[in-house]
T-cell receptor, first 117, second 112 residues
């Protein structure tokens, strides 16, 4: 099946710094990517929808200036957590849908665990 | 998207069939039923999806009632590695509107 890869799988940073997470579709072109966040013992929450070549669409309550999303190519989307604080510590997961996704499912990355000290 | 209702948790004996129910009484005519699972600290894994007809693949079977208001995911021979949180999601097919809204899912524990 299609593969979506995230990097890094985990990262620890100091409060106030910025962290970039990459999401790549390895064997298909992803016109649309989605970014989710998951806090411990909770379900995934959609943060934003990223479309190649256009601005991301953010869900209500998600600060677009804090969570910068760039989808510059059909195989790469990045999420940058700017001026990270301990409350941003979470499991960030991306998913991708192909340009001609015949079966309809979304493919998810392995997730990136962010810990802000 | 329509909401779904799933039991919070279920246990299943290893080797037995695991039947996970899901209610989606407000599903729209153009919405599919998707099942994903999430093993601890990993990204969700696609299992199966369907619209009206029952579906089967190498992982599981999906039984959708005729009125489409509920469905059941069947893992025919559960193994310890099937222990995970299983999410039943209804969503339109494809396009940027086809994102998935996750509920709380069912935590399936497969026991030896």
């Amino acid at each position: 099946g299609a593969v979506v890869s995230q990097h890094p799988s985990w990262v620890i940073c100091k409060s106030g710094t910025s962290v970039k997470i990459e999401c790549r579709s390895l064997d298909f072109q992803a016109t649309t990517m989605f970014w989710y966040r998951q806090f411990p013992k909770q379900s995934l929450m959609l943060m934003a929808t990223s479309n190649e070549g256009s601005k991301a669409t953010y869900e209500q309550g998600v600060e677009k200036d804090k969570f910068l999303i760039n989808h510059a190519s059909l195989t790469l989307s990045t999420l940058t957590v700017t001026s990270a604080h301990p409350e941003d510590s979470s499991f960030y997961i991306c998913s991708a849908r192909g340009a001609s996704s015949g079966s309809g499912e979304l493919f998810f990355g392995e997730g990136s665990r962010l810990t802000v000290l | 998207d329509a909401k779904t209702t799933q039991p919070t948790s279920m246990d299943c004996a290893e080797g037995r069939a695991a039947n996970l129910p899901c209610n989606h009484s407000t599903i729209s005519g153009n919405e599919y039923v998707y099942w994903y699972r999430q093993i601890h600290s990993q990204g969700p894994q696609y299992i199966i999806h369907g619209l009206k007809n029952n579906e089967t693949n190498e992982m599981a079977s999906l039984i959708i009632t005729e009125d489409r208001k509920s469905s059941t995911l069947i893992l025919p021979h559960a193994t310890l590695r099937d222990t995970a949180v299983y999410y039943c999601i209804v969503s339109t097919y494809g396009g940027s509107q086809g994102n998935l809204i996750f509920g709380k899912g069912t935590k399936l524990s497969v026991k030896p």
